[in-house]
């Protein structure tokens, strides 16, 4: 488990890290924001996409649809899927260039997550290998053929994969992130996947279609089949989408290279080998280790209340939106209004977005790998301070009361963000059980679980008209600042919600 740790804190941040690091911004160098493939003709996705029924709250609450009866998705149901995960929503023009926003947020809107599809014969696209692009929205087919049977193996006979008739790749791109955030990067491959993940299972759960997140498999098989180069991008989790009675037929005994010219990122790369390998010590490389790797989560540490515990409240005025009206509404806040806000919102926020997550590390249902703590400022009917919530519960426990403003700009790397937000939201986790479980794989399952979290948070902070950003923080400070409880835990997401300013100056 060397690896995991070594690269944990090689890449925390502290008050002397940050000052000590000479790097800056090349932007002469700034990668592309797409992957383009030079040589392949585009099948155009529809676009026209009405909202469905599904508020967005129970979208967002329900962990998963029961896989029950055989569901096969059309062209427009994944047009729908990767548009409201992680197609162009809005674009803004500057002196220079175009900046493309998409559907959910990412670290420095770098937007290092790829999306591919391997399906069998659906009802208007063939069987085939497709990677999806967002400038145009379309696919393009690297491989034809019915390839799922190469998944169903590296996953080690993955039940959800076996019946999926769609499974869908994320890979993260080294470069297009570490540009701006360095050997740190690996950490966003699992938020930004996360978030984008978030809206996927999300969107499934509108169009009833069984889905799940799967993190356990040969990682050479996969990046063979898609035919990456490992140097620069690298699988990183699928998600099994729908049911069909039979299973595929049975992979080939050879996946060829396919040698499909890309458009170069940037002029030049730099090389950042911590990242590298760390995804290599988490790789894993045989049938027999996926199926050990597979479920049985570490019972969570939750010590009996050394506080009082406040229960929060079950609100009734949830928003009925749908959920795609929200994902074109989010954004991420860049000022708030330092303004409280009911205790309602909240509640709702916290306790519809940790309801549980279909994955294949998280045995049995609803266990969850990060523990939250919140830092209140300004919410109605809550005494300012710091917070753990106990999700079996549904309450927060204060372990001290308090002005923390201060505090919370300092943590979030002395930002004003944090501090002027009404609560801020971070994300520990006692790594030693998890890594001891999982392996250095471990490690991967629980940055993309705190991505998820994150990410529904963004989702049900917009639907009730607040607004949200992800931070990031001082490692150990964040650990210090809520010990003695989180003593032995570490820091891997942090999210702000407030009042954004920008919204309240228009109603001045």
Partial sequence: LDAAWTYHNSTKHSYWSIRNNPHSLDWQNQPLAFKIYSSLSPLRLPRDLQPLERTAFSAISQPEVPAWADVVPDLRSLARLLYFSAGITKRKTYTGGEIFFRAASCTGALYEIELYLVCGKLPDLEPGVYHFGPADFALRKLRDGDYRGVLVRATAGEPALSRAPVIVICTGTYWRNAWKYQARTYRHFGWDNGTILAHLLAMSVSLNLPSRLVCGFVDSEVNRLLDLDTTHEVAYSMVALGRVPDPPPDPPSEIPPLGLETVSLS????????????????????????????????????????????????????????????????????????????????????????????????????????????????????TPGAYAFRRDEGALECLKEGEFRAEAGYLGLEQELPADASATILFLADLKPILERFGNRGYRAVQLESGILGGKMYLAAYGLGLGATGLTFYDDDVTKFFSPHAQGKSAIFHVAVGKSAKKANLKL
């Fill in 267 to 382: 002029p030049t790369e730099v090389d950042y080998p911590a990242m590298r390998a760390m995804h290599e010590a988490s790789s894993l490389e045989t049938e027999t280790e996926v199926a050990a790797w597979r479920g049985r989560t570490p019972a969570p540490r939750s010590p009996a209340p050394a506080g009082p515990t406040i229960r929060l409240q079950h609100g009734d005025g949830e928003p009925a939106e749908p959920l795609e009206r929200i994902v074109l509404r989010r954004g991420s806040t860049r000022q708030f209004a330092r303004e409280p806000i009911p205790f309602a919102p909240l509640s709702s926020l916290l306790l519809h977005s940790t309801r549980g997550i279909p994955a294949d590390f998280l045995d049995p249902p609803g266990v969850q790998l990060n523990d939250i703590y919140v830092i209140v400022h300004a919410v109605e009917s809550l």
